[in-house]
């Protein structure tokens, strides 16, 4: 039997994990709700990647692979709020969404985006 295993995550990965998810919405308090992740490490990850703790890797990972594809809390309007502000402050510094990633490449330093992922302001679909 072969077995694939995946990279181990990376400071850059977790990074582009956290990022992906407040493309989202998914705001650090939002995610250490869903997950238990500190909400004070999320932020540190969203602004360095060198300042993650090695011990946060996998866990965030974990979050990542939980919260990908799911919509953050919007119940309340502050919640709303805060989801939309997230969404905002990823798209201001051109943060990609989880989609954008390929599982394989996402810790790797060179493992960046695909091409193209980047949504147009096309509001038709082409014929």
């Given at each position: 039997m072969n077995h694939f295993a995946s990279p181990?995550?990376?400071g850059i990965g977790t990074q582009r994990r956290l990022r992906a998810l407040a493309a989202?919405?998914?705001t650090?308090?939002?995610v250490h709700s869903a997950t238990g992740l500190a909400a004070d490490e999320i932020r540190r990850g969203l602004a360095d990647?060198?300042?993650?703790?090695?011990s946060l890797h996998p866990a965030a990972a974990r979050a990542?692979?939980?919260l990908?594809?799911?919509?953050?809390?919007?119940c309340t309007p502050a919640e709303q709020d805060s989801a939309q502000a997230s969404r905002q402050?990823?798209?201001?510094?051109?943060?990609?969404?989880p989609m954008a990633y390929d599982d394989d490449t996402i810790d790797q330093?060179?493992?960046?985006?695909?091409?193209g992922w980047r949504r147009t302001s096309r509001t038709t679909i082409p014929a």
């Open positions: 181990a995550p990376t989202l919405g998914w650090p308090e939002a990647a060198r300042r993650i703790p090695a990542y692979d939980q990908w594809n799911t919509s953050p809390p919007t402050h990823a798209q201001r510094r051109g943060w990609a969404p330093p060179d493992g960046g985006p695909a091409p």
